[in-house]
């Protein structure tokens, strides 16, 4: 009897063999409960479902600890007090045999923690993207080819590629205007198209419901877009004629009429003349730095002279005549904004006339003179001396010329800078950036009067008066001054 119990507490004291446990029983950190590792969405029928046991109540898992830890100390006790009085004389190879199920238990463990911890993160991922289906389906659904139509396309939409889109957002509007069944697909078609990077802002003629592969290659085709004009420097509003060359220069709303053909309908330049001559500055986009001059102006048709900019425009072919003009005068604001032109002071000028100024050093110089053109106005306007500017007298022609006659300079309008001292009524041609800005920074001198003194662009610069008659004549010898009337 007394062998057999020191059999029996030696028995007690070793190590016994690893018992597998289940899932239930496996440890977890005492600060988890079971709803920080099952998310609620997961029970199915009151109970934990598809992972190892069912459980009925909510039970924490230092509660499923403590019951594994006795359920393992039993049955210790129990297979000791049964073991036969040798079974601790094993082999050395019983010993090996016995030590490799332990290490294959282990491994399962082990396997069975990992499949639970990624499938746990990724369920835990599916749920914070905003999924709350069934346990990684979540993950298999995102495999799905992304949803898209199969046809050509039906109805035409034009679709607006605002400035700094990339493939993205822009796959983002096709979806949202019917182009495409999904982003997805579209962004997907587009990784494949290098010219998506050409992609100019502005608005395309698409189509409802393309596939997405027809729906790129119809974005990338430079004649998809629409209501795109371009407005070259010193372009006045209405058409005129050359006097020497006969040439008809489009004005821009000619330009615009053009741009604005869609589906065999166009605005026409009697309509926008209308509409730019309305009463209401807002409807038509005039900034609010200008609207008591324009407000004032002699001649309603010439309102929005100067205030559509120079440069490359878009506008909704859609749109109505006045919706047109307003994307285009606001747009040309923006664009007069980022010079400064609303906090720049210059001799006591208003920003109105500070773009009445510009317009007239766009026609009266190159862009290599304009900071000494912008210097001679305001001289000028400091002394009072009239400006004296052939292009004003031409503003109000419809045919002109560099050369103008003196019947021309003597006639009175609101423009005409022999007859009138001070600035024109309005500007009198679309002024580039740059003429605007020469305007705000001019150069420093003394100089009253210029000339262009050969067909290659030369203007001589002086504060003489008796010089610049030389000059005068030297440009007339060059047949700069040669008059086709």
Request: one cysteine or more.
């Amino acid at each position: 009897m007394a062998r057999r119990a020191e059999t029996r507490q030696r028995n007690d004291a070793r190590p016994q063999p690893t018992r597998r446990r289940s899932v239930s029983n496996r440890r977890y950190p005492t600060e988890h409960n079971a709803e920080d590792v099952y998310p609620q969405s997961s029970r199915q029928g009151g109970g934990w479902h598809d992972y190892g046991t069912t459980h009925n109540d909510e039970v924490s898992f230092d509660d499923l600890r403590r019951e594994g830890q006795t359920h393992r100390r039993r049955a210790s006790r129990s297979e000791a007090a049964s073991m036969p009085d040798r079974s601790h004389r094993r082999s050395a190879s019983s010993r090996r045999v016995a030590a490799r199920k332990r290490r294959g238990n282990g491994i399962v463990v082990l396997a069975g923690i990992l499949i639970l911890i990624l499938g746990g993160g990724l369920f835990v991922g599916a749920k914070v993207g905003g999924y709350d289906g069934p346990p990684f389906s979540w993950f298999t659904e995102q495999q799905q080819p992304a949803a898209d139509y199969a046809g050509p396309g039906g109805d035409t939409v034009i679709v607006e590629i605002e400035p700094g889109m990339t493939s993205e957002p822009i796959a983002d509007v096709m979806a949202e205007k019917d182009v495409v069944a999904s982003s997805a697909a579209f962004y997907e078609a587009a990784l494949d198209v290098p010219a998506m990077n050409n992609v100019m802002p502005g608005y395309y003629a698409m189509k409802s419901q393309m596939s997405a592969e027809e729906a790129v290659a119809l974005l990338v085709d430079p004649a998809s877009q629409v209501g795109h004009v371009v407005i070259s420097e010193g372009r006045l509003l209405h058409d005129t004629r050359d006097v020497t060359t006969d040439a008809v220069y489009e004005g821009i709303y000619t330009k615009i009429a053009a741009a604005s053909c869609f589906k065999g309908n166009c605005v026409t330049y009697d309509d926008l003349n209308a509409a730019g001559a309305g009463s209401d500055l807002d409807a038509l986009g005039v900034p609010e730095w200008a609207q008591d001059a324009v407000g004032n102006v002699p001649d309603k048709d010439r309102q929005l002279e100067g205030l559509i900019a120079a440069g490359s425009l878009d506008f909704d072919p859609t749109a109505t005549p006045t919706d047109i003009l307003k994307q285009l005068v606001e747009s040309s604001a923006e664009s007069y904004a980022e010079t400064g032109i609303a906090e720049t002071s210059v001799q006591g000028l208003s920003p109105y006339q500070l773009l009445i100024a510009a317009s007239l050093v766009e026609r009266e110089s190159h862009p290599t003179d304009f900071p000494k053109v912008a210097r001679v106005i305001l001289n000028r306007l400091a002394v009072g001396q009239r400006l004296e500017f052939d292009s004003t007298v031409n503003y109000a022609l419809d045919e002109t010329e560099v050369a103008t006659t003196d019947a021309d300079r003597g006639r009175q309008t609101p423009w005409n800078t022999y007859a009138m001292a001070g600035l024109p009524a309005t500007p009198i041609s679309s002024p580039s950036l740059a003429a605007l800005e020469a305007m705000e920074n001019p150069a420093a001198g003394d100089w009253l009067y210029f000339v262009t003194v050969n067909n290659d662009g030369t203007t001589n610069f002086t504060q003489s008066y008796d010089e610049h008659l030389r000059n005068v004549e030297l440009a007339t010898q060059n047949g700069v001054l040669d008059s086709g009337r």
